[in-house]
């Protein structure tokens, strides 16, 4: 069977040219491009009236961007997002996908470590700009303009500049190639059940400034001509979800893992959606479970990184999900569990993807240290720990995150599973409390679902009854919300802040 992104024996095909902009736009003019439910109204984009903004956008910036020049995109879901993208690819620059949810010293960090003097944006953007860069609205360029050659760029050439999600540590620009969305159309299409049946049309709540967003849905959609809705929420929630599919008529769903847990944790279920997926965080048995009962169908886990992303999934027949599992190498990626020495092993160790996978990065922008640190012989080493289970890959967690305990080294992941099938549990965030005895004790962070009053002692039994006497949680604290990054993840290092604050206090 062939696979995009793919030639016939299973090999990368990817031209020496290449510009991502006309992968995305080599389509008939009458075709649908885009959903527009951003408006009163819903507006269908053709890939004809996309092009045209594209050329009027590039047009214009062909008079003060050169290739390489980085250029930001701070737009919410639309058109005109879409737009700016491919116009800056278009002329061989570098697009910055910023979020709308940053504030001032998030966008100023970003867009002084990319260097990025120009940013396209609307009103509300140029707000949050302030003086940090030229704000250009894109919505006043107009359309009407000649068509502008695609520049010829190989498929080397940098072409995105897309930072961390900053769960870890400070965010890092990973600077990718042409190529990149070629890396995603293996892992995307398989995890739609080869993407393009008739009826298809891409969703996700999530950000496109996400690389999640931006080449697990909206890109991959247009490069395989298959619509996208662009939507915007303020906030997401449960009933603006429902109405967006039914508008949009949406059939594959690509949830961030707050998205699904929020969902849960309403007990909303979602019938008539074809597919659904998720990556970022461990999804676990307990969301699998639900999963099934809400959309009636198995959600396809995604695994990747900023770096190199969709490299790994569990989906469809041939990849069926199995707790605890990130799944198997996606076709086209070599994925391994590898030691100290960057050999392949069948103990815990990191897991690596192979160079030559054509989502992985160029370099880090502007960290020569952190590039050549991020690579062990062949291999990219993603800071996640494993172990091989055949074909599949188990997750422990990243690297920083392990708990070590009494001699005991345990993944969060599964604890965190574990008290999701609580039924008073919303959400959970479970890490290492530094302690004399055991070098680090199991805390776990909950917010209870509302109105539960479940006690602590509960909640610690429950674990105890399911999964190994040291991994329960010894220390409990309920929260009103865990923190997240933009990109609707937990962040840990600020429990572990936390943590580590009240070991030593
Ligand atoms: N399906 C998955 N299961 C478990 N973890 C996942 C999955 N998908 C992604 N992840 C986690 O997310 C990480 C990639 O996240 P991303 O690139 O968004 O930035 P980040 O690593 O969170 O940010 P930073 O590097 O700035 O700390 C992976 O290395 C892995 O730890």
């Given at each position: 069977?062939k696979?995009?992104?793919?030639?016939?024996?299973?090999c990368?095909?990817?031209?020496?040219?290449?510009?991502?902009?006309?992968?995305?736009l080599?389509?008939?003019?009458?075709?649908?491009?885009?959903?527009?439910?951003?408006?009163?109204?819903?507006?269908?984009?053709?890939?004809?009236?996309?092009?045209?903004?594209?050329?009027?956008?590039?047009?214009?910036?062909?008079?003060?961007?050169?290739?390489?020049?980085?250029?930001?995109v701070?737009?919410?879901?639309?058109?005109?997002?879409?737009?700016?993208?491919?116009?800056?690819?278009?002329?061989?620059?570098?697009?910055?996908?910023?979020?709308?949810?940053?504030?001032?010293?998030?966008?100023?960090?970003?867009?002084?470590?990319?260097?990025?003097?120009?940013?396209?944006?609307?009103?509300?953007?140029?707000?949050?700009?302030?003086d940090?860069?030229?704000a250009?609205?894109?919505?006043?360029?107009?359309?009407?303009?000649?068509?502008v050659?695609?520049?010829d760029?190989?498929?080397?050439?940098?072409?995105?500049?897309?930072?961390?999600?900053?769960?870890?540590?400070?965010?890092?620009?990973?600077l990718?190639?042409?190529?990149?969305?070629?890396g995603?159309?293996?892992?995307?299409?398989?995890?739609?059940?080869?993407?393009?049946?008739?009826?298809?049309?891409?969703?996700?709540?999530?950000?496109?400034?996400?690389?999640?967003?931006?080449?697990?849905?909206?890109m991959?959609?247009?490069?395989?001509?298959?619509?996208v809705?662009?939507?915007?929420?303020?906030k997401?929630?449960?009933?603006?979800?429902?109405r967006?599919?039914?508008?949009?008529?949406?059939?594959n769903?690509?949830?961030?893992?707050t998205?699904?847990?929020?969902?849960?944790?309403?007990?909303?279920?979602?019938?008539?959606?074809?597919?659904?997926?998720?990556?970022?965080?461990p999804?676990?048995?307990?969301?699998?479970?639900?999963?099934?009962?809400?959309?009636g169908?198995?959600?396809?886990?995604?695994?990747?990184?900023?770096e190199?992303?969709?490299?790994?999934?569990?989906?469809?027949?041939?990849?069926?999900?199995?707790p605890?599992?990130?799944?198997?190498?996606?076709?086209?990626?070599?994925?391994?569990?590898?030691?100290?020495?960057?050999?392949?092993t069948?103990?815990?160790?990191?897991?690596a993807?192979?160079?030559?996978?054509?989502?992985?990065?160029?370099?880090?922008?502007?960290?020569?240290?952190?590039?050549?640190?991020?690579?062990?012989?062949?291999?990219?080493?993603?800071g996640?720990?494993?172990?091989?289970?055949?074909?599949?890959?188990?997750?422990?967690?990243?690297?920083?995150?392990?708990?070590?305990s009494?001699?005991?080294?345990?993944?969060?992941?599964?604890?965190?599973?574990?008290?999701?099938?609580h039924?008073?549990?919303?959400?959970v965030?479970?890490?290492g409390?530094?302690?004399?005895?055991?070098?680090?004790?199991?805390?776990?962070y909950?917010?209870?679902?509302?109105g539960?009053q479940?006690?602590?002692?509960?909640?610690?039994?429950?674990?105890?009854?399911?999964?190994?006497?040291?991994?329960?949680?010894?220390?409990?604290?309920?929260?009103?919300?865990?923190?997240?990054?933009?990109?609707?993840?937990?962040?840990?290092?600020e429990?572990?802040r936390?943590?580590?604050?009240?070991?030593?206090?």
């Open positions: 069977m696979i995009p992104g793919l030639n016939a024996q299973g990368w095909d990817i031209p020496e040219r290449l510009n991502m902009a006309a992968q995305c080599a389509h008939p003019p009458g075709q649908l491009a885009l959903i527009d439910l951003t408006h009163a109204a819903r507006r269908d984009v053709s890939f004809g009236e996309l092009t045209e903004m594209v050329d009027a956008l590039a047009r214009a910036l062909q008079a003060r961007v050169a290739r390489g020049d980085r250029v930001g701070l737009l919410s879901q639309s058109p005109s997002c879409a737009a700016a993208h491919l116009a800056i690819w278009k002329i061989g620059a570098i697009s910055v996908p910023l979020f709308k949810l940053f504030k001032h010293d998030a966008l100023k960090s970003r867009i002084g470590d990319a260097g990025c003097e120009i940013v396209l944006t609307d009103p509300e953007g140029a707000g949050l700009l302030g940090l860069a030229e250009w609205m894109v919505d006043e360029v107009g359309i009407g303009s000649a068509p050659d695609f520049a760029t190989a498929a080397e050439d940098p072409a995105v500049l897309i930072y961390t999600s900053g769960t870890t540590g400070t965010p890092k620009g990973a990718h190639a042409h190529r990149v969305l070629t995603h159309l293996p892992g995307v299409s398989i995890s739609h059940d080869h993407l393009g049946q008739a009826g298809d049309c891409l969703w996700t709540p999530a950000d496109w400034a996400w690389i999640g967003g931006l080449f697990d849905v909206l991959p959609g247009l490069a395989l001509g298959v619509p809705v662009a939507a915007r929420m303020a997401f929630s449960p009933e603006g979800c429902a967006v599919i039914s508008e949009g008529d949406v059939r769903v690509f949830f961030p893992p998205a699904l847990r929020m969902l849960r944790a309403a007990d909303v279920s979602l019938p008539g959606l074809r597919s659904v997926a998720s990556g970022g965080e999804l676990g048995a307990e969301m699998l479970n639900w999963g099934r009962r809400a959309f169908l198995e959600i396809n886990e995604f695994y990747g990184q900023t190199c992303n969709m490299v790994a999934s569990s989906c469809g027949a041939d990849y069926p999900a199995r605890g599992c990130i799944g198997k190498a996606v076709p086209g990626h070599e994925v391994a569990v590898i030691d100290e020495e960057g050999v392949p069948d103990a815990e160790g990191d897991v993807v192979r160079r030559g996978s054509a989502s992985m990065m160029l370099r880090y922008w502007n960290r020569p240290e952190e590039t050549a640190a991020k690579f062990r012989g062949d291999w990219l080493v993603t996640d720990r494993g172990v091989s289970d055949g074909d599949y890959l188990r997750f422990v967690g990243r690297e920083d995150d392990v708990i070590t009494a001699g005991y080294r345990i993944g969060p992941a599964e604890i965190e599973d574990c008290l999701l099938t039924p008073d549990v919303a959400t965030g479970v890490v409390k530094p302690d004399a005895l055991r070098t680090e004790l199991v805390k776990a909950v917010v209870r679902r509302e539960s479940v006690a602590a002692s509960e909640l610690q039994d429950w674990v105890k009854a399911r999964l190994a006497s040291y991994s329960y949680p010894r220390e409990i604290e309920f929260l009103e919300a865990l923190p997240m990054t933009v990109t609707g993840k937990v962040i840990r290092k429990l572990k936390r943590a580590v604050q009240e070991g030593t206090t």
